[in-house]
């Protein structure tokens, strides 16, 4: 007996390692949902296809794996659209599988057809790979092509139709094939090229690693972490790539926002750049803080995709491969020869650690409502040292990257789109992807939790032990700042405010959820131990200042600067 084709999907995307789907299943999916259930799947419906696709990508950063979600056909599919777009922009590898009418109805001439549009040339500048599955026979050389462009060079979306026609029709095919097999899995650097680049760290007086996004994401932090251990360097964070490496977080700075950072940067003769794209954000590599000793400096990339290699600026030794298996040949090449740190490495330590403990001092305090870096250093001293962080919002994050006290594993949040209410679905798909095992905190402005406040429900049916830390101005605070900052005080700030009377703590309790509402410094941490303790996701409301909230936030200028409009 054959296999339907809905199965043999299934089939096919298990030989990748991946066993969950998100989604809102229709007459299109009943049939893969259900076979999917019944091969030991998690299946998560959540209240919004977008959030389906942001949870999906959540998943993807958690395990270094493309992942899955679907959408009915027409507005289901359309509701994937803002996910498809983020995951573009932030380089996730998630198949979006999008249901469709039979091609006998969609080629008809007709008007008024029910529920339907013509979908896959809508997506096709927001995805890497755009197709559908015409014929039965078609299914496996669809998929792995998709997965193939997902996983391939720069990762990123594909979309796959998959129209009701061929769902149940069969096909006699031997088990799937491992990836190995179709795509390029674990691809190495040159041998010539790994002798430059160990040639270049030994000649160096002043590494740096510069570590982005791409190390989280590819689940690579023990490998890097044996790197920097030889390298004997500090590990310079790209601000995508918050996540601290395990046993690296002393030496761990924050571009920009930490003085010690700046310091590395500056006085460095080797970049070591690994899962960044050398975007604005840290000014390409040239501008800003790299000027000083650009001369002086070299540089290697270890980059997947070779069409990224010299864009940004100018490489000396490019690596061309998979991080992961890259940076375990330069491990293995400076095994016999580590390198000593330099004295600036201890004192680029201290420096760090004061400038944190002097912001958890000078963090304004005693106000009522809460100053917002309180809020962050209080939220942050008592986050779970095991936890996954999760971050959302414009104010409050801007806030954070100053003020946090936390030096998390995991971090996820939106950095190069800056897609605002992605932070609750993001919470759901870490969740899921750790099997609710360990804590999960969601630092979030309110304004931004909005979005899809409906996924507390789906939260707390899955009973992740999420508390979300809700900063309320009442306002779109980021907004704000801008009217302020363009019209000067006093000016018409339209359309950035919104009612008084939302309580989140509230609507929390309403879908199941455990609340509070906290007005005090002191009873934030307190709150947020007695939220982990309910055994129930919960929201924690806290009032912050919102004059605070929109003009004092810290290195404001510092930020500013990621928006250079073609002068870098």
Known sequence: MGVKVYERILQLFEAEGINTIFGIPDPNFVHMFHRAEERGWTIVAPHHEESAGF??????????????????????????????????????????????????????????????????????????????????????????????????????PVYIEYPSHIIQEELDLPEPVAPSAYRLVNQTAGPDRIAEAVAAIKA?????????????????????????????GPVIQTSGGTSFIKGLEDRTFPYGFSAASIDAVVQSDLVVAIGTELGEPVHYGRGRHWVANEANRTWILIEQDPQAIGVNRSIDVPLVGDLRAVVPQLVEALRDSPRTATPELAGWIRQDADQLAELAETAPSGRTPVHPARLIVEATKAFPPDGIMVRDGGAI?????????????????????????????????????????????????DSSFQFHIAELETAARLNLPLVCVVSVDYAWGLEVGVYKRTFGQGSLETGVHWSKETRFDKIAEGFGCYGEYVEREEDIAPAIKRAYASGKTAVIHVPVDPKANSEEMPNYDEFRTWYAEGTQ
């Open 55 to 156: 949870m999906a990508e959540a998943v993807s950063r958690m395990t270094g794996k493309a992942a899955v979600c679907i959408g009915t056909l027409g507005p289901g599919v359309a509701n994937l659209a803002g996910a498809m777009m983020c995951a573009k922009v932030e380089n996730s590898p998630v198949i979006f599988l999008g249901g469709q009418r039979a091609r006998i109805t969609e080629q008809r001439v007709r008007r008024g057809r029910i529920q339907f549009v013509k979908q896959a040339e809508l997506f096709e500048p927001s995805v890497k790979y755009n197709a559908s599955i015409e014929y039965a026979d078609q299914t496996d050389e669809v998929i792995r092509e998709g997965l193939r462009k997902a996983l391939g060079g720069t990762p990123g």
């Open 397 to 445: 994050t801007i806030f954070g990257w100053t003020y946090s006290q936390a030096k998390p594993n995991d971090v996820i949040w939106n950095q190069n789109f800056g897609h605002l209410g992605t932070g609750l679905p993001y919470a759901v798909g870490a969740g899921v992807a750790d099997g609710g095992r360990r804590p999960l905190m969601l630092i979030t402005g």
């Open 204 to 232: 160096a007086k002043q590494p740096i690693l510069l570590v982005g996004h791409g190390v989280h994401t590819a689940r690579a932090g023990e490998s890097v972490k044996a790197l920097a251990d030889l390298v004997a």
